[in-house]
């Protein structure tokens, strides 16, 4: 175009902020001066389409992969159980980290002790992962999370706080394998596929009214609860005294219940609906 835009971002404002997240305002015509504007663009458009939180997921998680990001995670950083009801409007946990580490995170604590959140909490912009590696007030401990996260695949990453109403709060974090330098453009286009992605995922909650909350027979709940305790399918067994095939064939019905894609994400839904408590 003469004057540098993009015509697919004809009508915005030029400074446009997020009525669901508190960050600062983002020019548009800059945005669209990149040779990635097209790719972004693309993915708004796609999504017009959409009406499963599962199918925006897919999308969004191509987006990132021309970024090398191959990992997502979406979601609240820790349930709040004293305010958690049977009824509950819930924005849904979705990840495709590699299910290795979702197991170790789990086995180790790690969503207790996890340095993202503490940062994010704290500010509005997204950040890059060394960014909080190389920060003075980060402990051995918080360290020891990203050198073993590199282990597993998810060597470097950058993540993006979504700030809601009345203090919601979930967060959005893109990794990639191997230690890599992000460029600004590369933080600025996922932080706008992170808020389009929220802001999609919300009007899909609120359209579909109050998640109820899935239910499970007294035998899925130890299982989910020893799974969410960090147990694997052996250790769950020699607890509750079955095999560890009948804790599988259990694990399969929670997760179709929960609309989850690993053990991990259905552990996260169920007590964020409070069928279980650690």
Same mark, same amino acid.
């Given at each position: ?28 015509? !800059? ?7 097209? +790719? ?6 796609? /999504? ?5 939180? +599962? ?5 969004? =998680? ?67 992962? =060394? !960014? ?6 980060? /402990? ?13 695949? #998810?060597? =470097?990453?950058? =993540? ?31 932080? #706008?596929?992170? #808020? ?41 067994? /020699?607890? #509750?005294?079955?095999? !560890?095939? /009948? ?32």
């Amino acid at each position: 175009m003469a004057d540098g835009t993009f015509p697919r971002f004809q009508g915005l404002t030029t400074r446009a902020f997020s009525p669901f997240s508190f960050v600062p305002p983002i020019d548009f015509r !800059e945005v669209a001066r990149d040779a990635f504007a097209g +790719d972004f663009a693309r993915f708004v458009e796609q /999504t017009n389409g959409v009406s499963k939180s +599962d199918q925006l997921f897919g999308l969004l =998680s191509d987006f990132a992969l021309n970024f090398g990001f191959p990992w997502i995670a979406y979601g609240p950083p820790t349930p709040d159980r004293k305010s958690l009801k049977p009824i509950r409007r819930v924005p849904p946990v979705m990840l495709n980290y590699p299910d290795d580490w979702q197991k170790r995170c789990s086995e180790m604590g790690y969503d207790r002790i996890d340095p993202i959140v503490k940062k994010l909490r704290m500010q509005a912009g997204a950040f890059r992962w =060394s !960014e909080m590696y190389n920060d003075e007030h980060t /402990t051995e401990i918080e360290r020891r999370v990203f050198d073993e996260a590199a282990t597993f695949g #998810l060597g =470097s990453g950058v =993540s993006v706080p979504l700030h809601g109403p009345n203090g919601t709060f979930e967060i959005m974090s893109f990794a990639s394998p191997g230690n890599h330098r992000f460029h600004d453009r590369t933080i600025t286009y996922l932080h #706008l596929a992170a #808020l389009h992605f929220r802001l999609k995922v919300a009007r899909f909650v609120n359209a579909s009214g109050a998640y109820k909350a899935p239910e499970l027979s007294p035998r899925e709940k130890e299982c989910i609860l020893w799974v969410a305790r960090g147990k694997t399918s052996w250790g769950v067994g /020699t607890i #509750l005294g079955i095999s !560890e095939n /009948t804790v599988n064939y259990h694990m399969k019905n929670i997760m179709r219940k929960m609309e989850a894609s690993s053990r991990m994400v259905a552990a996260i839904k169920a007590i964020e609906f409070g069928i279980i408590e650690l």
